[in-house]
């Protein structure tokens, strides 16, 4: 401590590395080398080997599973670490068709578990009576899990009392009070006591609805809900939640249940079997499933069930002949095996959205394998680089031609369109760019002045001179894209979101012109030729451009600066 003390603008365990060098202590020095041996020991197993043996190995060189067994509640203790041996082991499962597992990604792995809302409560220490009926309460059933899950009594009332006191006090420590009538000598209630009553009404039902949750996600494979109420209430309450129809119960409904059971039914309301015992009217509307399966008994059934349950206790052979009143009808055999192969025939529909790229960018989409694909600017968007990379002149090898190309489109961008456009104002231009850094020297050498100076002469260019006309140059955009632009999609429904940057965007009066330059080294006569193969990228800036911008289409031209060459596509 006192070595750190002095050394502050050092991290501890640098400190500590110092310490066992040279420190004051050698008894202490040396404890200190062999904890960091042990440490440095334990993550080379960790690179070379697998997480659960690691953790394994470090509770048994270390005694800690006897260590924490010792300690107050320490069954509890022993069990949350024999759970993360566990999860240790499921995470391996999982990485390993993701790449080799680290500790850091098991961090990770963990984290992304509690975000996903995961279950991590403590785990359950282990009972030599696992293979039994067991009655929990719904917070120590937290964690854990059991093929058959019996609820009971859910039209219980929610517990209400700490809404009831004359007095009240919300977290920000404001009194809430009600008021005496001096004259009736009756209980008013005032602003702020309705106020803190309303929050704290809001506060119990999201925790009533938490742990209902909890209770309903228990069951492996069978879950039972038990309820006593009367009929007359829950078919008041089903033909209520029905008319609701697709849409979410409000909130202000739910606000007003007053048990679980309420809002079983609310959410249930929708399903024939119930308008059909509780004799709605509504069952032909009704959704004909077989999500669960409902009987309803009369006080009869359950007079002769408690016979059963008391004969059942004073040790006497009794043969149960409970009859609910109301049974499903069996199913035929035919109707269940058609429904078993329209399961087994069901085909997801959206299979192919695994594939679609969320996002994408214009050249990609067009012509991603294309040989002669323009380099693509797209991922870089608004973070272009501040210059271009400096290049060393190689005897006998040629610059990369991209480079070239991103080069004259850099020089396009940044040529002052206020006035005219001639051979000494372009090579000003380059000058600029290369004295700022932004063009390196040698491939200043290589840019065409003379096709671009051809560009600015013919009716196109003229256009982006013209004072009249709104001129945007390397603009960005972002695009929605209907999923079935994608050829390797045939969902129609999904999208796509496409960004691209377009060369040169001139609005005028007739519409948009979008202007894209090309740089590939060819011959006049094959202009038309290549022009074909951007016409999809083409059209694509132009339905951007249009749907953005709200504007109808004027023209689209590729002009190709090797041969000079415009076409229009």
């Known amino acids: ?43 080379t197993i960790a690179r070379r080997g697998n997480l659960a043996d690691l953790i394994w190995r470090i509770y048994r060189e270390t ?70 009926v067991r009655i929990l309460s719904v917070h120590k059933s937290k964690g854990l899990e059991f093929p058959v899950v019996f609820l009971a009594e859910l039209e219980s009332r929610f517990n209400k009392r700490d809404i009831q006191a004359d007095c009240l006090v919300d977290a920000n420590h404001t009194l809430g009070l009600q008021i005496i009538d001096r004259e009736s ?52 309450i089903i033909s209520t939640g029905f008319f609701y129809g697709d849409k979410p119960v409000p909130d202000w409904q739910l606000h007003n249940c007053r048990s679980p059971l309420e809002w079983i039914l609310y ?20 959704a004909n499933d077989d999500l669960f399966s409902f009987k309803l008994h009369d006080r009869s059934d359950l007079k002769q069930l408690a016979e059963f349950i008391i004969r059942l206790k004073a040790g006497k052979s009794v043969r149960r002949s409970v009859t609910p009143k109301k049974s499903r009808p069996k199913r035929k055999e035919s109707e269940l095996l058609v429904r078993v ?25 067009t012509h991603g394998n294309d040989e002669y694909m323009k380099f693509d600017y797209s991922g870089a968007l608004d973070r272009r680089p501040c210059a271009l990379p400096l290049v060393e002149a190689q005897s006998g090898k040629s610059l990369d ?89 045939s969902d129609v429904e999904d999208t796509i979101v496409v960004q691209g940057i377009i060369d040169l965007l001139v609005r005028t009066a007739q519409g948009l012109v979008i202007i894209d330059f090309k740089t590939d080294k060819i011959t006049a006569g094959q202009a038309e030729e290549r022009a074909g193969l951007y016409r999809r990228q083409l059209e694509l800036y132009s339905r951007a451009a249009c749907a953005i911008l709200k504007e109808k289409s004027a023209g689209r031209w590729l002009y190709f600066l090797t041969p000079r060459v415009s076409v229009e596509v």
Not at 192 to 219: D, F, G, P, Q
Not at 267 to 286: D, M, N, P, Q, V
Request: with cysteine; net charge positive; charged share 25%.
């Open 267 to 286: 959410g249930l309301s929708g399903r024939k079997i119930l308008h059909e015992a509780f004799e709605t009217g509504l069952a032909e509307r009704a």
């Open 341 to 365: 192969k329209k399961s087994l025939a069901w085909r997801y529909r959206f299979s192919d959205a695994p594939f679609l790229p969320a996002k994408n960018s214009v050249t990609q989409l």
């Open 401 to 489: 031609a991209r480079l070239i190309g991103t080069a004259t489109h850099l020089v396009i961008s940044h040529l002052d369109l206020a006035g005219p456009i001639t051979r000494e104002t372009i090579e000003k231009t380059i000058e600029k760019l290369s004295a700022d850094g932004a063009i390196a020297p040698i491939v200043a050498g290589q840019i065409d002045a003379e096709s671009i100076l051809t560009f600015f002469e013919r009716e196109q260019g003229r256009l982006t001179l013209d004072p009249v006309n709104k001129v945007r140059r390397e603009w960005p955009f972002t695009f929605a894209l209907p999923a079935s632009g994608w050829k390797d999609s």
């Open 1 to 43: 401590m006192n070595n750190r003390t002095q050394q502050r603008h050092k991290s501890y365990f640098d400190c500590v590395l110092e310490y066992c060098r040279g420190g004051g202590d050698a008894e202490l020095a040396g404890r200190l080398g062999k904890i960091l041996a042990r440490i440095e020991q334990w993550r």
């Open 63 to 132: 005694d800690f599973l006897s260590f924490v067994s010792a300690l107050p509640n320490g069954q509890a203790r022993r069990a949350n670490l024999l759970k993360l041996h566990d999860r240790a082991i499921q995470y391996e499962g999982f990485a390993s068709s993701a790449g080799v597992p680290s500790l850091t990604r098991f961090v990770e792995f963990i984290e992304r578990l509690q975000e996903a809302g995961q279950d991590w409560a403590p785990a359950e220490p282990q009972s030599s009576a696992g293979n039994a």
């Open 185 to 236: 000598n009756g209980k008013l209630s005032s602003l702020a006591h309705e106020v803190i009553a309303e929050e704290k009404l809001s506060a119990t039902l999201a925790e009533e609805m938490r742990i209902l949750y909890v209770a309903t996600t228990r069951a492996k494979e069978r879950l039972i809900l038990t309820a006593s109420e009367k009929q007359k209430k829950c078919r008041e």
